[in-house]
């Protein structure tokens, strides 16, 4: 097994825990949570890809792009969250998606 | 040898921040995972991709996340979802196989490429306009950060105000019950006049 396959095995290990956090799980942070390890899957993958085309560069900026969309997800993210503890009193994500109106 | 045991941490510890009841403890192996990833990132020869996910996911994020759990409060949900378990795994199970029965194995590469670009070159020439929308993204994200926060502001103040009108209207109806209470004597000095 060459470096990059065992690489890709551990991204699908990563992106298995990262789906089955965001089926199983109902609280907000935790939510954000498993989309962080979904994205770190992701970085990995492109590294990895990038290395085994023999495009290190290449692969290495496009996970430059990942890391910002993906710290800006988890800005937005965590701040929905404050602001529905605050005035909603739940992470829940059950009762967010009840709220009408 | 030594990739392979960082692959296989990270994958243990992004189980453990699934796994993990308290929110802060899941953020913890959220910042084991990406400390991993970026040692990993190194090893696979993206030492300036390695440097900024050590620094922005095992750093930044995680003091985002300690201080955000601070606000919000670690509360242990027990609440399930929908979706049990076994259906959760089986359909992880599925994905894996299929995702790895398509990627798995990697096909040789083609051909090495001629005197590859550097991380600079392709950064700031070939992929400008990506360094452009990264810009307007991270501008949309801390705009999108402020709305939302100031929401509670806004909301703050309008509670405030709703609280402070019933009292004006309370203290109003105050000042307007001594009137009548004024108005009745000269009624009650009218029938003594009448009665003198």
Redesign the interface.
Known sequence: M?????????V??????????L?????L??V???L??LV?GG??AL??A????????????L???V??????V???G??????A???LGT??L?ALSNLRG | MIIACLVVGAAICAVLAIRATRLLSAALWLAGVSALVAIALYELGAQQVAVIELSVGAGLVTVLFVFAISIAGDDAMTARSPISRRLAVSLIGLFAALLGWMVLPLDAPESATAAEATFSTLLWEDRALDVLVQLVLIFCGVLSMLGILQDTHISARQETLEAAVPDERFSGNGHHSPEPLTDTPPVETVPEEVHA
């Open positions: 060459t470096t990059s396959e065992i690489v890709l095995v551990g699908l290990a990563l992106l298995g825990a990262g789906l089955y956090g089926l199983i799980t109902r609280n942070i935790k954000v949570i498993a962080q390890i770190k970085l990995l590294v990895a990038g290395e085994a085309s023999g495009q290190t560069n290449l692969g290495q900026s996970a430059m792009t890391i910002v969309a993906d710290t800006v988890a800005v937005v965590l701040a929905l969250a404050i602001q503890r605050r005035l992470l829940d059950k």
